[in-house]
Protein backbone atom coordinates (compact mmCIF):
# COMPACT_ATOMS: atom_id res chain seq x y z
CA UNK A 1 0.00 0.00 0.00
CA UNK A 2 1.55 3.17 -1.38
CA UNK A 3 0.97 6.82 0.42
CA UNK A 4 -1.27 7.53 -2.09
CA UNK A 5 -3.49 4.88 -1.88
CA UNK A 6 -3.72 5.11 2.05
CA UNK A 7 -4.85 8.22 1.98
CA UNK A 8 -7.97 7.22 -0.31
CA UNK A 9 -8.22 4.45 2.08
CA UNK A 10 -8.05 6.63 5.43
CA UNK A 11 -10.64 8.68 3.73
CA UNK A 12 -13.47 6.47 3.11
CA UNK A 13 -12.72 4.77 6.74
CA UNK A 14 -12.86 8.49 8.30
CA UNK A 15 -16.42 9.43 6.50
CA UNK A 16 -18.08 5.69 7.80
CA UNK A 17 -16.88 6.60 11.09
CA UNK A 18 -18.05 9.72 11.48
CA UNK A 19 -21.43 9.03 9.83
CA UNK A 20 -21.51 5.84 12.80
CA UNK A 21 -20.60 8.90 15.31
CA UNK A 22 -23.10 11.25 14.07
CA UNK A 23 -25.96 8.93 13.69
CA UNK A 24 -25.19 7.60 17.10
CA UNK A 25 -25.34 11.06 18.55
CA UNK A 26 -28.20 12.29 16.79
CA UNK A 27 -30.33 8.70 17.80
CA UNK A 28 -29.86 8.84 21.14
CA UNK A 29 -30.55 12.73 21.41
CA UNK A 30 -33.40 12.57 19.44
CA UNK A 31 -35.07 9.31 21.73
CA UNK A 32 -34.27 11.42 24.65
CA UNK A 33 -36.02 14.15 22.98
CA UNK A 34 -38.89 12.94 22.17
CA UNK A 35 -38.88 11.01 25.36
CA UNK A 36 -39.97 14.22 27.24
CA UNK A 37 -42.87 14.75 25.48
CA UNK A 38 -46.25 13.77 27.04
CA UNK A 39 -49.36 12.49 24.81
CA UNK A 40 -52.93 13.09 25.97
CA UNK A 41 -54.79 10.01 25.64
CA UNK A 42 -57.30 9.50 23.42
CA UNK A 43 -60.72 6.98 23.30
CA UNK A 44 -59.88 5.42 19.77
CA UNK A 45 -63.48 2.71 20.94
CA UNK A 46 -66.22 1.91 23.21
CA UNK A 47 -67.67 -1.19 22.78
CA UNK A 48 -70.66 -2.73 25.16
CA UNK A 49 -69.94 -5.62 26.35
CA UNK A 50 -73.08 -7.97 26.58
CA UNK A 51 -72.17 -11.39 28.84
CA UNK A 52 -70.15 -9.35 31.05
CA UNK A 53 -72.68 -6.43 31.11
CA UNK A 54 -69.74 -3.48 31.10
CA UNK A 55 -68.85 -0.48 28.78
CA UNK A 56 -64.95 -1.35 27.28
CA UNK A 57 -62.85 1.32 27.07
CA UNK A 58 -59.65 1.14 24.51
CA UNK A 59 -57.68 3.99 25.58
CA UNK A 60 -54.63 4.98 23.33
CA UNK A 61 -51.90 7.02 24.98
CA UNK A 62 -49.77 8.04 22.07
CA UNK A 63 -46.76 9.86 23.84
CA UNK A 64 -43.74 8.26 25.16
CA UNK A 65 -44.54 8.68 29.20
CA UNK A 66 -46.71 6.82 31.08
CA UNK A 67 -50.00 8.30 32.30
CA UNK A 68 -52.21 7.99 35.14
CA UNK A 69 -56.09 7.82 35.31
CA UNK A 70 -56.79 8.81 38.87
CA UNK A 71 -60.78 9.15 38.46
CA UNK A 72 -63.95 8.08 36.29
CA UNK A 73 -66.87 9.79 36.37
CA UNK A 74 -70.02 8.15 34.65
CA UNK A 75 -72.91 9.77 33.59
CA UNK A 76 -76.17 8.16 31.62
CA UNK A 77 -78.59 9.71 29.28
CA UNK A 78 -81.30 7.13 28.42
CA UNK A 79 -82.69 7.28 25.21
CA UNK A 80 -86.34 6.38 23.63
CA UNK A 81 -86.45 3.13 23.69
CA UNK A 82 -85.23 2.34 27.35
CA UNK A 83 -86.98 1.87 30.33
CA UNK A 84 -84.00 3.03 33.03
CA UNK A 85 -83.43 5.72 34.33
CA UNK A 86 -80.37 5.43 35.59
CA UNK A 87 -77.56 2.95 36.12
CA UNK A 88 -75.30 2.30 38.72
CA UNK A 89 -71.76 1.27 38.18
CA UNK A 90 -70.98 -1.85 39.75
CA UNK A 91 -66.98 -1.21 39.77
CA UNK A 92 -64.98 2.11 37.94
CA UNK A 93 -61.14 1.37 38.12
CA UNK A 94 -59.25 4.05 39.59
CA UNK A 95 -55.08 4.56 39.46
CA UNK A 96 -55.03 2.67 35.99
CA UNK A 97 -51.45 3.43 34.30
CA UNK A 98 -52.18 3.69 30.41
CA UNK A 99 -48.58 2.35 28.95
CA UNK A 100 -46.62 4.61 26.81
CA UNK A 101 -46.77 4.23 23.03
CA UNK A 102 -49.53 1.70 23.61
CA UNK A 103 -53.59 0.64 23.86
CA UNK A 104 -54.96 0.05 27.42
CA UNK A 105 -58.23 -1.58 27.65
CA UNK A 106 -60.74 -0.24 30.76
CA UNK A 107 -64.01 -1.89 31.46
CA UNK A 108 -66.84 0.04 33.53
CA UNK A 109 -68.90 -2.78 34.81
CA UNK A 110 -72.72 -1.78 35.38
CA UNK A 111 -74.51 -3.24 38.54
CA UNK A 112 -75.80 -7.09 38.06
CA UNK A 113 -79.17 -7.35 37.06
CA UNK A 114 -80.01 -4.21 36.02
CA UNK A 115 -81.16 -4.29 32.22
CA UNK A 116 -79.30 -4.25 29.26
CA UNK A 117 -78.37 -1.44 27.61
CA UNK A 118 -80.85 0.07 24.39
CA UNK A 119 -80.24 1.44 20.93
CA UNK A 120 -79.94 5.25 21.75
CA UNK A 121 -78.46 4.77 25.01
CA UNK A 122 -75.72 7.27 25.59
CA UNK A 123 -72.81 6.74 28.30
CA UNK A 124 -70.58 9.54 29.08
CA UNK A 125 -67.34 8.46 30.71
CA UNK A 126 -65.16 11.55 31.75
CA UNK A 127 -61.18 10.50 32.59
CA UNK A 128 -59.18 12.44 34.75
CA UNK A 129 -55.58 12.14 34.54
CA UNK A 130 -51.87 13.18 35.36
CA UNK A 131 -48.63 12.82 33.61
CA UNK A 132 -45.25 12.94 35.96
CA UNK A 133 -43.54 16.25 34.88
CA UNK A 134 -46.62 18.22 36.29
CA UNK A 135 -49.17 17.85 39.40
CA UNK A 136 -52.15 19.25 37.08
CA UNK A 137 -55.28 17.47 36.33
CA UNK A 138 -56.95 17.38 32.76
CA UNK A 139 -59.48 15.60 31.48
CA UNK A 140 -60.64 13.83 28.49
CA UNK A 141 -64.56 13.12 27.52
CA UNK A 142 -65.89 10.55 25.72
CA UNK A 143 -69.60 10.05 24.55
CA UNK A 144 -70.97 6.44 23.53
CA UNK A 145 -74.21 6.04 21.93
CA UNK A 146 -74.99 2.50 22.36
CA UNK A 147 -76.02 1.40 18.60
CA UNK A 148 -75.05 4.54 16.56
CA UNK A 149 -70.85 4.82 17.77
CA UNK A 150 -70.91 1.15 17.18
CA UNK A 151 -71.93 1.40 13.64
CA UNK A 152 -69.85 4.27 12.93
CA UNK A 153 -66.99 1.74 14.06
CA UNK A 154 -67.83 -0.58 11.93
CA UNK A 155 -67.64 1.68 8.45
CA UNK B 1 16.16 43.44 11.13
CA UNK B 2 16.52 39.87 11.59
CA UNK B 3 13.33 38.46 9.89
CA UNK B 4 13.53 34.89 10.46
CA UNK B 5 13.48 35.77 13.73
CA UNK B 6 10.48 38.06 13.58
CA UNK B 7 8.61 35.34 11.25
CA UNK B 8 8.95 32.86 13.72
CA UNK B 9 7.67 34.97 16.60
CA UNK B 10 4.39 35.56 14.43
CA UNK B 11 4.52 32.06 13.87
CA UNK B 12 4.55 31.28 18.33
CA UNK B 13 2.11 33.58 18.26
CA UNK B 14 -0.20 32.48 16.02
CA UNK B 15 0.30 29.31 17.20
CA UNK B 16 -0.43 29.74 20.81
CA UNK B 17 -3.35 32.06 20.20
CA UNK B 18 -4.66 28.77 18.23
CA UNK B 19 -3.76 26.51 21.00
CA UNK B 20 -5.86 28.83 22.96
CA UNK B 21 -8.94 28.67 21.71
CA UNK B 22 -8.51 24.99 21.30
CA UNK B 23 -9.00 24.48 24.59
CA UNK B 24 -11.04 27.03 24.83
CA UNK B 25 -13.78 24.98 22.07
CA UNK B 26 -13.11 22.08 24.29
CA UNK B 27 -13.72 23.97 27.41
CA UNK B 28 -17.19 24.58 26.02
CA UNK B 29 -18.47 21.45 24.16
CA UNK B 30 -17.28 19.54 27.79
CA UNK B 31 -19.34 21.85 29.16
CA UNK B 32 -22.30 21.49 26.84
CA UNK B 33 -22.23 18.33 25.88
CA UNK B 34 -24.97 15.93 26.75
CA UNK B 35 -24.32 12.74 28.50
CA UNK B 36 -23.89 10.71 25.66
CA UNK B 37 -21.48 13.28 23.97
CA UNK B 38 -19.59 12.95 27.07
CA UNK B 39 -19.12 9.30 26.97
CA UNK B 40 -18.11 10.24 23.44
CA UNK B 41 -15.36 12.78 24.79
CA UNK B 42 -14.31 10.61 27.69
CA UNK B 43 -13.49 7.55 25.11
CA UNK B 44 -11.96 9.68 23.19
CA UNK B 45 -9.33 11.19 25.63
CA UNK B 46 -8.86 8.35 27.47
CA UNK B 47 -7.46 6.01 24.46
CA UNK B 48 -5.88 9.49 22.87
CA UNK B 49 -3.86 9.33 25.99
CA UNK B 50 -3.18 5.48 25.95
CA UNK B 51 -2.00 5.73 22.67
CA UNK B 52 -0.05 8.79 22.61
CA UNK B 53 3.28 7.18 22.55
CA UNK B 54 2.33 5.29 19.54
CA UNK B 55 0.65 8.25 18.03
CA UNK B 56 3.86 10.60 18.46
CA UNK B 57 5.91 7.65 17.50
CA UNK B 58 4.73 6.48 14.46
CA UNK B 59 4.04 10.45 13.02
CA UNK B 60 7.44 11.04 14.25
CA UNK B 61 9.03 7.75 11.86
CA UNK B 62 6.60 9.32 9.18
CA UNK B 63 7.80 12.85 9.03
CA UNK B 64 11.75 11.57 9.54
CA UNK B 65 10.77 9.35 6.35
CA UNK B 66 9.14 12.26 4.39
CA UNK B 67 12.04 14.26 4.20
CA UNK B 68 14.35 11.65 3.44
CA UNK B 69 12.02 10.85 0.33
CA UNK B 70 11.75 14.08 -0.90
CA UNK B 71 15.19 14.95 -0.46
CA UNK B 72 16.46 11.37 -1.56
CA UNK B 73 19.70 11.18 0.44
CA UNK B 74 20.18 9.92 4.28
CA UNK B 75 22.28 12.92 5.82
CA UNK B 76 23.80 12.96 9.04
CA UNK B 77 20.88 15.03 10.50
CA UNK B 78 18.24 12.55 10.10
CA UNK B 79 20.87 9.26 11.16
CA UNK B 80 21.70 11.56 14.62
CA UNK B 81 18.21 12.24 15.34
CA UNK B 82 17.60 7.80 15.01
CA UNK B 83 20.42 7.59 17.03
CA UNK B 84 19.66 9.55 20.04
CA UNK B 85 15.60 8.34 19.91
CA UNK B 86 17.79 4.82 20.36
CA UNK B 87 20.31 5.64 22.70
CA UNK B 88 19.33 4.15 25.97
CA UNK B 89 17.72 0.97 24.73
CA UNK B 90 20.44 -0.58 22.43
CA UNK B 91 23.71 -1.31 23.07
CA UNK B 92 25.84 1.86 21.85
CA UNK B 93 28.25 -0.14 19.14
CA UNK B 94 25.32 -1.71 17.63
CA UNK B 95 24.21 1.51 17.26
CA UNK B 96 26.77 2.72 15.64
CA UNK B 97 27.42 -0.28 13.15
CA UNK B 98 23.64 -0.48 12.45
CA UNK B 99 22.35 0.58 8.98
CA UNK B 100 20.00 3.74 8.75
CA UNK B 101 17.44 0.84 7.38
CA UNK B 102 18.27 -1.19 10.53
CA UNK B 103 17.90 1.58 13.04
CA UNK B 104 14.48 2.42 12.03
CA UNK B 105 13.24 -1.35 12.04
CA UNK B 106 15.01 -1.21 15.69
CA UNK B 107 12.16 2.19 16.40
CA UNK B 108 9.74 -0.22 14.61
CA UNK B 109 9.88 -2.62 17.30
CA UNK B 110 10.23 -0.81 20.34
CA UNK B 111 6.65 0.50 19.49
CA UNK B 112 5.09 -2.93 18.64
CA UNK B 113 4.66 -3.63 22.69
CA UNK B 114 2.62 -0.87 22.94
CA UNK B 115 0.64 -1.66 19.46
CA UNK B 116 -0.29 -4.87 20.70
CA UNK B 117 -1.63 -3.79 23.87
CA UNK B 118 -3.06 -0.46 22.66
CA UNK B 119 -5.54 -2.84 20.03
CA UNK B 120 -6.13 -5.64 22.38
CA UNK B 121 -7.86 -3.14 24.50
CA UNK B 122 -9.30 -1.65 21.39
CA UNK B 123 -10.65 -5.27 20.85
CA UNK B 124 -11.90 -5.98 24.35
CA UNK B 125 -13.77 -2.83 24.42
CA UNK B 126 -15.48 -3.44 20.60
CA UNK B 127 -15.99 -6.81 22.39
CA UNK B 128 -17.99 -5.76 25.55
CA UNK B 129 -20.15 -2.84 23.53
CA UNK B 130 -21.24 -5.69 21.39
CA UNK B 131 -22.28 -7.99 24.10
CA UNK B 132 -23.87 -4.46 25.23
CA UNK B 133 -26.27 -4.45 22.21
CA UNK B 134 -27.22 -7.54 21.71
CA UNK B 135 -28.05 -7.34 25.41
CA UNK B 136 -25.70 -10.80 26.42
CA UNK B 137 -24.24 -8.70 29.83
CA UNK B 138 -28.31 -8.53 30.85
CA UNK B 139 -30.78 -5.21 30.43
CA UNK B 140 -28.22 -2.02 30.98
CA UNK B 141 -28.53 1.37 31.41
CA UNK B 142 -25.07 2.16 30.58
CA UNK B 143 -25.39 0.28 27.13
CA UNK B 144 -26.01 3.73 25.36
CA UNK B 145 -22.92 4.91 27.01
CA UNK B 146 -20.61 2.22 26.63
CA UNK B 147 -21.25 2.51 23.23
CA UNK B 148 -20.44 6.27 23.31
CA UNK B 149 -17.31 5.38 24.58
CA UNK B 150 -16.67 2.60 21.74
CA UNK B 151 -17.31 5.72 19.39
CA UNK B 152 -14.87 7.70 20.96
CA UNK B 153 -12.32 5.29 21.50
CA UNK B 154 -12.57 4.40 17.78
CA UNK B 155 -11.87 8.08 16.44
CA UNK B 156 -8.27 7.21 17.97
CA UNK B 157 -8.09 4.23 16.89
CA UNK B 158 -8.25 5.32 13.77
CA UNK B 159 -5.75 8.11 13.84
CA UNK B 160 -3.23 5.54 15.41
CA UNK B 161 -4.32 2.91 12.90
CA UNK B 162 -3.04 5.73 9.93
CA UNK B 163 -0.88 7.18 11.55
CA UNK B 164 1.02 3.56 11.91
CA UNK B 165 -0.02 2.54 8.18
CA UNK B 166 1.96 6.03 6.82
CA UNK B 167 4.96 4.62 8.28
CA UNK B 168 5.15 1.88 7.12
CA UNK B 169 4.08 2.41 3.09
CA UNK B 170 6.56 5.62 3.92
CA UNK B 171 9.29 2.77 4.97
CA UNK B 172 8.19 0.23 1.66
CA UNK B 173 8.30 3.65 -0.21
CA UNK B 174 12.16 4.56 0.96
CA UNK B 175 12.67 1.06 0.28
CA UNK B 176 11.81 0.80 -3.02
CA UNK B 177 14.31 4.48 -3.73
CA UNK B 178 17.20 1.80 -1.94
CA UNK B 179 19.43 4.93 -1.03
CA UNK B 180 22.84 5.33 -0.66
CA UNK B 181 23.95 5.92 2.99
CA UNK B 182 26.67 8.37 3.13
CA UNK B 183 28.30 8.59 6.51
CA UNK B 184 27.55 5.70 7.86
CA UNK B 185 29.37 5.60 10.75
CA UNK B 186 27.48 8.32 12.68
CA UNK B 187 30.24 11.80 11.97
CA UNK B 188 30.47 14.01 9.50
Known sequence: ?155 | MNYEKITWFIFWLTFGFLILMLFYGFSLLVLTATSVEFAYLLGLVSFLILGNRLLFGYGWIANLLDNVISFKQITSEYRQKLEKKLKDKQPEEMIRESSFKALLILVFKDLDYYRYAYYGVFLLLVLITLMAKFNLLGEMVIGKYIEGVFWGSATAVFFVWGLEQLAKASFVEYNLLNLEEKNKNGGQ
Open chain 1, 1 to 155: MNRVVLFFVSSIIAIMLGWGIGSYITYNNTIEAVGKIPGSPIVIGAVYDKPTHAVVLSIMNPGTLPLTVKEEAFTFKPGKQSSQQAYTVEHIPVNIPLIPMGITTVAIKLKKGTPELKTGDIVKTTLKYVHPLSKDEYFVKHGYEYGVSDKKEGK
